[in-house]
């Protein structure tokens, strides 16, 4: 079956640690996005990207980096500079820029600093 | 600025015991509004797509409605399994990404 696989499923990072979280998806979907939920609030975009070798920073980039090397793989890069790194981390793909059926998204990445 | 919000933030329900779930939301241009359900720990999980004010959606015990200015979730005869966080969404006409709502957490009591 098709879908997003998100690892690992539970993270803990020390202070001034990198961390990277796995996102691979077998869709074909030409899009995928790193959302970052937080009790209470709504989900916020981290980066995007559209095509392989391109991506956008969303509205909250600081303290974060991603690649897209393959169509499939969108790694996020949670670095030293992200003050408050403990969340729920979501990827999500579409086929293209207007997604009729908005995003796929995969099951989740719990970040917690320690 | 899009903005998306959702009430109530929770809602607890006896099976059987039908209501609706609101969400409000101010874009410059709607291409889509969507709604999302998302169990504890686990991804959202794509229900429907309304484009246009007066569309309705149905699914099994949800049916989606839109205005201008809001849409609802309406919830008839809830059993448990459908406790989760229902999240909207909205993606307008210029941007590429979406705006999320805080969700509202349902729980269906037996």
């Known amino acids: 079956d098709g879908g997003i696989t998100q690892s690992p499923k539970y993270l803990f990072r020390k202070e001034g640690q990198n961390v990277t979280l796995s996102c691979e998806q077998n869709?074909?979907?030409?899009?995928m996005y790193w959302y970052r939920q937080d009790p209470g609030q709504g989900l916020r975009l981290i980066y995007y990207?559209?095509?392989?070798?391109?991506?956008q920073k969303g509205d909250i980039a600081e303290g974060y980096s991603v690649s897209r090397e393959k169509k499939e793989s969108f790694p996020l890069t949670v670095t030293s500079a992200q003050k408050n790194p403990t969340a729920f981390y979501l990827c999500?793909?579409?086929?293209?820029?207007?997604?009729?059926?908005?995003?796929?998204f995969g099951s989740g990445t719990r970040l917690t600093v320690v | 600025e899009d903005q998306v919000t959702q009430s109530p933030e929770a809602l607890r329900l006896q099976e059987g015991e039908s209501s609706s779930l609101n969400c409000s939301y101010t874009?410059?241009?709607?291409?889509?509004l969507f709604w999302y359900r998302q169990d504890p720990g686990k991804g959202p999980e794509f229900l429907f797509t309304?484009?246009?004010a007066g569309e309705e959606k149905e699914k099994e015990r949800l049916k989606a409605t839109l205005t201008k200015k809001e849409s609802f979730l309406h919830i008839t005869a809830p059993k448990p399994e459908d406790s989760a966080t229902y999240l909207c969404?909205?993606?307008?006409?210029?941007?590429?990404?979406?705006?999320f709502g805080p969700g509202t957490r349902l729980s269906v009591l037996p």
């Open positions: 309304l484009y246009s």
């Open positions: 874009v410059s241009g709607l291409r889509g």
């Open positions: 869709l074909n979907h030409d899009a």
């Open positions: 999500a793909s579409s086929i293209g820029g207007t997604p009729n059926h908005g995003y796929t």
């Open positions: 990207s559209q095509i392989v070798n391109d991506f």
């Open positions: 969404a909205v993606q307008d006409n210029y941007g590429q990404n979406f705006v």
